[in-house]
């Protein structure tokens, strides 16, 4: 069964960073894409990153793109998304997904206040 774990959310001040990890319970893991996604209250879900089964093609909202830096450990079943000089407007849930398959996580809460 295939589970989604998301964790490194929190409270940070603008301009600050974190780090969301994503762990993934797939077993082809490795040849599988994956994708971060956010959710602002009041507004529908949103894509923000894509990232290739060998990490090699990855795409990125405009809104974070050159902010928000994807990446992936095929070894440990795990994506992660780096967030430098975080925004107001990046406050949002944010979901790992796994598009072949259909599966989201639990989403992760960032909240960028100061």
């Known amino acids: 069964q295939v589970q989604l774990v998301e964790s490194g959310g929190g409270l940070v001040q603008p301009g600050g960073s974190l780090r969301l990890d994503c762990a993934a319970s797939?077993?082809?893991?490795?040849?599988?894409?994956m994708a971060w996604y956010r959710q602002a209250p009041g507004k529908e879900r949103e894509f923000v990153v894509r990232?290739?089964?060998?990490?090699?093609?990855?795409v990125y909202a405009d809104s974070v793109k050159g902010r928000f830096t994807a990446s992936r450990d095929n070894d440990k079943n795990m994506i992660y998304l780096q967030m430098n000089n975080l925004k107001p407007e990046d406050t949002a849930v944010y979901y790992c997904?796994?598009?072949?398959?259909?599966?989201w996580g639990q989403g992760t809460q960032v909240t960028v206040s100061s």
């Open positions: 997904y796994y598009p072949a398959g259909g599966f």
């Open positions: 797939i077993s082809s893991f490795s040849r599988v894409g």
């Open positions: 990232i290739s089964s060998g990490a090699k093609n990855i």
